[in-house]
């Protein structure tokens, strides 16, 4: 057994050459004979091993001397059998390669291994640089690649190949003195960086450090613009950006399109602020999303008729539409039309935009819809119970460092990705952030569960909530537990749904019937459910009752209370896609009476065409109209309805729902 309290190296057969050759031995005092070139020494015994400053060492026994005469040894003076590599560092320039031993075929070195790795070094063939060489230091011996920057210091020089390729004043000799217009353009370019990012303004100004390293690159051919040239700069770029919109909605005009808005109102900190986008489709079928503006609102009340206003300016401003206002010293009627230039709007569902927006020929934002939708799910007693309890484990082990560490141990042992759960800033007043929470602690429930058992004590006295309650008070029963699980199985769908729902590469509005119709009948009680791909069962009585919430939410807002006017608006972008040919736009349930078929929602688009796109007939053809009266135009009946369940007839039939098919 060896000695010593070190491990025995993994392969000691390599290090052993059984008495053969001449055998290094490190001096222990002046009077030591093993600084002799005469005096062989034989290994007895290794008896431990060590690094030492990056460097393997290895405590021996030497054969016939007490154990007053061990020393610690390198691998390099240890006796083995020879494999063709040989010390580096004499023949070769570079300071790196003292740190390793290179094989050779004549002077052409073939390849090398480190001497800091132990028996184990793995060699590796040579690619003609040290830059290998380089990296291994860096990642696997940073000490000893300390050290040799230190040195690089204190000498004065680089230690790598660069030094041979680098001279004094290269930098000056490549760089001229630029132009203003080089200038300006540099300017532009640190001031759209500083706006895309939300960087300060004044950065390029105040920041020392940004500064010197401009000075460094450029040796005094540029300095970093000031705060007012900065401001100068967002305006050019802002004025450019406004010119480029108004070509845009004026060619948009002129082949007969409309442009459709979107609005609504960002506040924080007593910040409030009004933002319009418009958007467009181009020849291509591409949807364009392009900023009318952005308003200051904090000093603004944030009425219907504020909204209105401000809108209403912005988009004369670039062109949509024109806009005078009506002023009591001004003897005309002013002057509105861009109501008349906007297709259609959408906004959330707050009532002063709503108000304000009367005007105009629009519709609330589908996903804020479904978000209130789902929020009557989530607000079931036992379900908004539950979901609080999440919030406040999720709380203790975010801001817990002694918790997550527990944590990450109890995933490991359970063969799960170390991670905390999810904790977004709209957890509290939204849904997506609870149901991200609740799918963490479904697929982390062993984790969870063993962290409970094993660290009772520290999860009652860890940090405190906002509250003022700690992690044992948001502990899961077992019932809830399954809450969590049902809960995952139905929200899901919802967030499937939002996220097709969202796009802004592509038009949505043809999406809302068939993706909420599934929806509709996937939150109906009688429709088995599956989740990754396996059927599932909600059987917990308050998730029905909170799935009875969904249902009800869904089918009273997009089904029983629709005005006809925006059914007619889905239902004709709905025909008109392709990929819904085989839509039945059949919808029935057992109270509803009646159902939508497709031969009405062609109506819909036959009255749309008739009425607002097909072009004016000559005299001739009114005449010929009049001698058939057969061909005359149908007449559309006016679809009310009291509900639909949006859904195709046949589950194989209805199109992919995928965003990849979503174009």
């Known amino acids: 057994m060896p000695r010593g309290r070190g491990k025995r190296p993994r392969q000691q057969k390599s290090l052993l050459s059984q008495g053969r050759g001449l055998v290094k031995r490190t001096q222990l005092h002046s009077f030591d004979p093993a600084g002799s070139d005469d005096v062989e020494y034989e290994v007895e015994e290794i008896l431990a091993e060590r690094t030492s400053y990056g460097q393997e060492q290895f405590h021996i026994?030497?054969?016939?001397?007490?154990?007053?005469?061990?020393?610690?040894?390198?691998?390099?003076?240890?006796?083995?059998?020879?494999?063709?590599?040989?010390?580096?560092?004499?023949?070769?320039?570079?300071?790196?390669?003292?740190?390793?031993?290179?094989?050779?075929?004549?002077?052409?070195?073939?390849?090398?291994?480190?001497?800091?790795?132990?028996?184990?070094?793995?060699?590796?063939?040579?690619?003609?640089?040290?830059?290998?060489?380089?990296?291994?230091?860096?990642?696997?011996?940073?000490d000893i690649m300390v050290q040799l920057k230190v040195e690089e210091a204190e000498s004065g020089t680089r230690s790598d190949s660069a030094q041979r390729n680098v001279k004094t004043g290269s930098i000056e000799a490549i760089l001229p003195q630029i132009s203003s217009e080089q200038r300006d353009r540099l300017h532009r370019r640190i001031t759209f960086w500083l706006v895309r990012k939300g960087r300060p303004l004044t950065l390029p100004e105040r920041d020392v450090e940004f500064r010197e390293i401009f000075a460094e690159i450029f040796r005094g051919c540029y300095t970093p613009p000031t705060y007012q040239q900065v401001l100068d700069n967002i305006c050019a770029l802002s004025a450019e950006g406004q010119t480029r919109l108004v070509t845009a909605i004026r060619d948009l005009l002129e082949e007969g399109i409309l442009p459709s808005i979107a609005g609504d109102i960002w506040s924080e900190g007593g910040i409030a602020i009004f933002g319009i986008l418009v958007y467009y489709v181009d020849a291509n079928f591409v949807l364009h999303e392009k900023l009318v503006a952005a308003i200051p609102f904090s000093s603004v009340r944030h009425t219907g008729f504020e909204l209105e206003l401000a809108t209403k300016r912005a988009c004369a401003i670039m062109g949509i539409g024109k806009f005078v206002e009506l002023l009591e010293e001004r003897e005309n009627a002013g002057e509105d039309t861009v109501a008349d230039t906007v297709h259609c709007t959408v906004s959330d569902n707050a009532s002063n935009i709503v108000n304000g927006w009367l005007c105009f020929d629009g519709h609330e934002c589908n996903d804020h819809t479904l978000a209130l939708i789902v929020m009557e799910f989530l607000s079931q007693t036992a379900v908004k119970r539950v979901f609080k309890k999440l919030r406040g484990m999720t709380g203790h082990f975010n801001h817990s460092v002694l918790g997550a560490k527990l944590l990450y141990d109890c995933e490991r042992r359970c063969g799960l990705r170390e991670c905390k759960p999810p904790q977004d800033n709209d957890t509290r007043s939204g849904w997506g952030g609870a149901c991200r929470q609740a799918t963490w602690y479904l697929e982390n429930k062993a984790a969870v569960l063993k962290y409970d058992t094993e660290h009772p004590t520290k999860a009652s006295t860890a940090v405190p909530n906002l509250d003022g309650s700690v992690y044992k008070d948001h502990q899961l029963t077992s019932d809830e537990w399954n809450i969590v699980r049902e809960c995952v199985y139905i929200l899901t769908y919802c967030s499937s749904a939002t996220d097709l729902l969202q796009g802004t590469k592509y038009p949505t509005v043809n999406l809302v019937l068939p993706i909420l119709g599934k929806l509709a009948r996937t939150a109906a009680a009688s429709t088995r459910l599956k989740y990754q791909g396996k059927p599932v069962e909600i059987v917990h009585k308050d998730v029905l009752e909170a799935r009875q919430n969904l249902y009800g939410g869904l089918t009273r807002r997009y089904f029983t209370n629709l005005l006809d006017c925006k059914l007619e608006d889905f239902c004709i972008a709905t025909f008109l896609d392709p990929r819904y040919k085989s839509?039945?736009?059949?919808?029935?349930?057992?109270?509803?009476?009646?159902?939508?078929?497709?031969?009405?929602?062609?109506?819909?688009?036959?009255?749309?065409?008739?009425?607002?796109?097909?072009?004016?007939?000559?005299?001739?053809?009114?005449?010929?109209?009049?001698?058939?009266?057969?061909?005359?135009?149908?007449?559309v009946q006016s679809v009310t309805v009291e509900a639909f369940l949006a859904d195709s007839d046949d589950e194989d039939e209805a199109p992919s729902l995928e965003p990849d098919t979503v174009q």
């Open 583 to 635: 839509f039945n736009f059949k919808f029935a349930t057992r109270w509803m009476q009646g159902e939508l078929t497709k031969e009405k929602a062609v109506g819909f688009a036959r009255h749309c065409w008739e009425n607002n796109w097909r072009p004016a007939k000559d005299p001739a053809e009114k005449e010929a109209d009049l001698e058939e009266p057969s061909k005359k135009r149908r007449k």
């Open 61 to 142: 026994k030497w054969k016939d001397l007490d154990e007053s005469a061990n020393t610690r040894e390198p691998l390099s003076n240890l006796p083995g059998d020879s494999d063709g590599f040989e010390d580096a560092s004499k023949d070769l320039r570079s300071v790196y390669w003292q740190h390793f031993e290179v094989r050779k075929e004549g002077k052409k070195i073939l390849q090398y291994r480190c001497k800091h790795c132990g028996p184990g070094a793995e060699h590796k063939d040579y690619c003609g640089n040290t830059s290998n060489l380089r990296a291994h230091l860096l990642y696997c011996h940073k």
